[in-house]
């Protein structure tokens, strides 16, 4: 599983929040959702991004991908103070808390100050939820990450699509918004603006070890027997695996399997012995306790409260 097609198998909008927004003058929206993750285009002008204390200015043909829950600001500028505040569950209000939805409303999922066609012009998608897989692959970018001349058509058919009725159009936009996070990621990939496993894709010793370990989680792996599939002694495969990963071999591995076993309790039916088989555990009990050691919350919990949270 190569890191875009494990961002596949991770984040998928499902009635994901999308708009175009549009706004001239002065302006200064802070972001209180609490989103998982957020994708901005912008189409048209500029704007300042401001989080945990850094300013980036971003472009036409910009793409920022902000991973939350933490809040943010984008504005005209950095010195705007903030008067427009969007809170969990895209309630959006005023400084004074006044509801600002409909006095904002400028056509289908079409939102601003202004319809000028000179206005800093943005395509705003946020997940509300993300798989932990997906959560596995996003921990390796920074917090807000700009990535400047993503050129994609899909960009143009969201553009499009977004203020456009039609059947299925929900659908439509969530998939749409995937496939933009999904070109993102292949140019944040390319280049080299991601750390951790998904970097270390560029070698190809370790790239088969990952591969080894995210196709078959369930195989009894060794250092030994995963040096070996690379053609490398134990000893230089372990250094080079720490050196590119930042963890030793099956470190990386237990939390792999823990990753998809997140998935596979929130995801499927499955009893907890036929995950523990599926993610190289030999029985129930072992699993959980290795769950419960490195999440914090036995599976059955784990389990059991995501019910509850959908």
């Known amino acids: 599983m190569d890191v875009v097609a494990a961002l596949l198998d991770g984040p998928r909008a499902q009635r994901a929040f999308l708009l175009k927004a549009m706004f001239g003058g002065r302006w200064s929206i802070g972001v209180e959702d609490q989103a998982a993750l957020s994708v901005i285009v912008v189409v048209h002008g500029s704007a300042v991004v401001t989080s945990v204390g850094e300013q980036r200015q971003v472009v036409a043909e910009d793409v920022v991908l902000i991973r939350g829950p933490r809040p943010y600001v984008v504005a005209d500028a ?8 969007i809170l969990p569950g895209q309630v959006c209000v005023d400084s004074t808390g006044q509801l600002l939805e409909e006095s904002m409303h400028l056509g289908v999922r079409t939102w601003g100050n202004t319809t000028d066609p000179e206005a800093t012009t943005m395509l705003i998608g946020t997940y509300a939820q993300e798989t932990s897989v997906g959560a596995h692959v996003l921990s390796h970018l920074p917090e807000v990450l700009v990535l400047s001349g993503l050129r994609s058509p899909v960009i143009e058919v969201l ?6 009725e039609a059947p299925g159009q929900v659908a439509v936009l969530d998939r ?13 990939y390319a280049g080299e603006l991601m750390e951790g496993w998904p970097a270390a894709q560029q070698d ?3 790239s088969r070890a990952l591969g080894l370990i995210h196709e078959r989680p369930e195989q009894p792996w060794t250092v ?3 040096a070996g599939e690379c053609a490398l002694s134990r000893a230089a495969f372990a250094r080079r695996f720490a050196a590119r990963v930042g963890e030793p071999p099956l470190a990386y ?10 998935d596979l309790l929130t995801g499927t039916d499955l009893t907890l012995a036929a995950i523990a088989g599926r993610v190289g555990y030999a029985n129930a009990f072992t699993f959980s306790a290795a769950f419960k050691r490195v999440r914090g919350v036995a599976p059955a919990r784990f389990r059991a409260d995501a019910a509850v949270r959908e």
């Open 159 to 164: 553009e499009e699509e977004l203020v456009t």
């Open 78 to 85: 950095a010195s705007t103070p903030v008067g427009i505040r």
């Open 224 to 226: 030994a027997a995963l």
């Open 253 to 262: 591995l237990t939390r792999w399997r823990l990753v998809l076993a997140a």
């Open 204 to 206: 190809p010793v370790i």
């Open 176 to 188: 749409l918004l995937d496939l933009v996070l999904v070109h993102a990621l292949r140019f944040a």
